[in-house]
């Protein structure tokens, strides 16, 4: 089974041979504490790419924490424009000093963009938005991928694997996902096991905000709605109907949010979307759905408590 089909595609397409040079480069020189794992899977698959897939950043999602009957839950989709990755989904059982989790991933990903662990917490990652330096959409693209290249700082999915391997409960998980330097800007939706335990944590390299749970709920899209977003020449959020999602999941009605995928609906799904995601951390319970856009592609996997 070719599981990485579409991996494999985009390296022919987009000439990723080049950029896995590039790419394995800076994690050698930023001492990427995975990178004996991405050697592995490198050589296991034996296509280009590889390197350069483990820190691509180029997707948007939307994500919500919300206080529901059955406890604090994290609702999530993912939307990356590489195809069939909705029908190659992974559940992976790992675990590391701190406990279990469950990643929710693909063949050759070393990081973790979306994970739950039994009685410690949940959490997504959202592409932040596009810093602005000059004239133009190119123009900007290259500058901060060139910046990315100058620094180091941890790559966001490294940075949520290692807080599920290392933090034992949603505290430590916040404060280390707020505090620990960043290769690039990020959004982290984060939930906990207890009442009130949902935050959105928007964060620059050294820099962060949180969005606490107000009310019963605080949602994310790919823009920043705090302090961060009046940071240099401004930002550009990664896809013209970010504010349009952000919106739509804001308004969810509890009824839709608590019946399992009723609310995977335009312009929360979208032609991109690749999964959908409900993951309540106390229990350990989630369930998934793998699209293609507003199409689903899978059965409903889930994961039961016990």
């Known amino acids: 089974m070719d599981v990485f089909g579409s991996a494999a595609g985009l390296a022919r ?4 041979p080049v950029a896995d040079r590039i790419s394995r480069t800076w994690l050698e020189r930023t001492k990427n504490p995975y990178l004996d794992e991405i050697h592995a899977l490198a050589a296991r698959l034996g296509i280009a790419g590889v390197y350069a897939l483990n820190v691509v950043f180029e997707w948007s999602c939307t994500s919500g924490a919300f206080q529901t009957e059955g406890g604090i839950a994290l609702r999530r989709v993912l939307d990356w424009g590489f195809p069939k990755l909705g029908e190659n989904l992974v559940v992976a059982h790992q675990s590391g000093p701190a406990g279990d989790f469950h990643n929710i991933t693909w063949p050759g990903i070393a990081g973790i963009y979306q994970s739950v662990a039994r009685g410690r917490f949940a959490a997504a990652i959202n ?13 900007d693209w290259l500058r901060n991928r060139f910046a990315v290249h100058k620094r180091g700082g941890m790559p966001p999915a490294f940075l949520l694997r290692q ?5 034992r409960d949603y505290a430590s998980a916040k404060e280390m996902l707020s505090r620990t330097t960043v290769a690039v800007p990020v959004i982290y939706t984060l ?38 977003n009046g940071y240099g020449r ?19 009605s509890m009824r839709d949010i608590e019946t ?3 609310w995977f609906t335009p312009p929360i799904a979208n032609p991109k979307s690749r999964l959908a995601l409900n993951a309540n951390a106390a229990t350990g319970e989630f369930s998934l759905i793998g699209t293609a856009g507003l199409n689903r592609v899978t059965e409903v996997f889930r994961l039961q408590a016990g």
Request: net charge negative.
């Open 13 to 16: 397409s987009m000439a990723l």
């Open 163 to 167: 807080i599920f391997e290392t933090a």
């Open 234 to 252: 401004g930002w550009l959020p990664r896809s013209n109907d970010s504010g349009e999602r952000a919106r739509k999941v804001d308004a969810l």
């Open 260 to 262: 399992e995928f009723s």
């Open 127 to 139: 592409q932040a938005p596009m810093r602005r330096h000059g004239p133009g959409l190119a123009t």
């Open 191 to 228: 939930v906990g096991t207890c009442a009130g335990e949902g935050c959105v944590i928007e964060r620059l390299e050294n820099d962060f905000a949180l969005r606490e749970i107000a009310g019963d709920r605080v949602c994310a899209a790919n823009h920043f709605l705090s302090h961060l």
